[in-house]
C-alpha cells in the first residue's frame, strides 16, 4: 500500500505539468496562435478593457497604450520568455557540468582553477554585471541568452565535481577506465547517466530564476528590445498604466507567477522522486 501511495502523482503536481505543458504549446505555435500582430497599431482602440470587463470580443485581453492587442502580445512574450530561459538553463547546465568534470578528472591546479571561479562567480552581483554588459555591448538577443546562461552556472559545477568525484571512487568508473575507455568516454557513457537526475533536478530549481531575472533586466529596459516582446517587458511598459488599464500588467504578471510556480513543485516534486535517500 505505501509502494502505491508513492507512485501517486500529487494533484498540484498534475496542475502544473499542465500548465507548463499549455505554456510549451503556446511557444511552439505562437504564430498560429495570434490574433492579430504584435506591432498593429490602433490608436481609435487605446486601452480598450477585456472582455470580462466590458471590453471588446476581439481583444480578449484588452489593448494597451498604442491600441495593440495584449492576448497577442502576451502570446509573443511567452514564446521570447521561455525561450531565453530554456537556453540560458541549457547553457548553464551544460557549461556548469563541463567545468565541474574538468575539475573531477584533473584536480590539482585545474580544480583549484575551476574552485575559484566558481568562488567568484558565486560572490559577484549578477544583476549588476548584466546591467554593465548589456548597456556597453547593447541588447542582441543572442547575447542576451548567453549572458543568461552565466547565471547559475557554478551550481552545476559544483554538483557535477561532487557527484563525479564520487562515482570515479566507485568500482564501475575504474573498471571501464581499465579496460581502455577514453575519459570522454568514461563521463558521457557511464558518469553522466548515472547522475543525469540530480542535474536535471537542478536545472528545474535554476530554470524560474532565469525567467524572474529576465523579467527583472527586461523591466528594467535592459532586456529584450522593441518590437520583440518578454513578460519582463510587458510588466514594465503596463506599470506607467497600473490605475488606468491594470490588464495590462496583470496578464504577463499573473503568467510570470503561474510558470515560476509550477516549474518550482515540478523541481521539488523531482527531488523527492529521484533522490535515493528518501526512497
Given amino acids: ?22 505554456m510549451l504549446l503556446v511557444a ?10 504584435i506591432t498593429a497599431l490602433d490608436l481609435r482602440a487605446r486601452l480598450v478593457p477585456p472582455v470580462l470587463m466590458g471590453g471588446s470580443i476581439n481583444h480578449l485581453l484588452g489593448t494597451d497604450e498604442l491600441g495593440r492587442d495584449v492576448f497577442s502580445r502576451l502570446i509573443a512574450s511567452v514564446q521570447i520568455s521561455l525561450m531565453i530561459a530554456m537556453g540560458a538553463t541549457l547553457i548553464a547546465t551544460v557549461f556548469g557540468t563541463t ?9 590539482g591546479w585545474v580544480e583549484q582553477f575551476v574552485l575559484m571561479l566558481i568562488d567568484f562567480q558565486a560572490s559577484m552581483p549578477f544583476l549588476i554585471v548584466a546591467l554593465a554588459v548589456l548597456a556597453f555591448f547593447g541588447n542582441d538577443l543572442k547575447l542576451f541568452i548567453c549572458l543568461m546562461g552565466l547565471y547559475g552556472w557554478e551550481r552545476h559545477a559544483r554538483i557535477a565535481r561532487g557527484l563525479a568525484i ?11 577506465r581499465q579496460l581502455g575507455a577514453t575519459p570522454l568516454r568514461v563521463y558521457l557513457l557511464h558518469v553522466l547517466p548515472n547522475i543525469a537526475s540530480t542535474l ?7 530554470f524560474p530564476e532565469v525567467v524572474l531575472l529576465e523579467s527583472g533586466l527586461s523591466f528594467l529596459g535592459l532586456g529584450v528590445q522593441p518590437p ?3 513578460l519582463g517587458n510587458m510588466v514594465g511598459y503596463g506599470r506607467e498604466y497600473l490605475t488606468r488599464a491594470p490588464w495590462i500588467l496583470i496578464a504577463p504578471s ?24 528518501l526512497s
Fill in 1 to 22: 500500500m505505501a509502494a502505491m501511495t508513492k507512485k501517486i502523482m500529487p494533484a498540484s503536481v498534475i496542475v502544473a505539468l499542465c500548465w507548463l505543458g499549455l
Fill in 28 to 37: 511552439i505555435f505562437a504564430d498560429q496562435l495570434r490574433p492579430a500582430s
Fill in 99 to 107: 567545468m565541474g568534470f574538468l575539475a573531477a578528472h584533473f584536480r
Fill in 166 to 176: 564520487a562515482a570515479n571512487a566507485q568500482g564501475y568508473a575504474a573498471a571501464i
Fill in 200 to 206: 536535471i533536478v537542478s536545472a528545474t530549481l535554476s
Fill in 228 to 230: 520583440m516582446t518578454s
Fill in 254 to 277: 499573473v503568467t510570470i507567477v503561474l510558470s515560476t510556480l509550477c516549474v518550482s513543485l515540478v523541481g521539488d516534486w523531482l527531488r523527492d522522486r529521484l533522490d535515493p535517500t
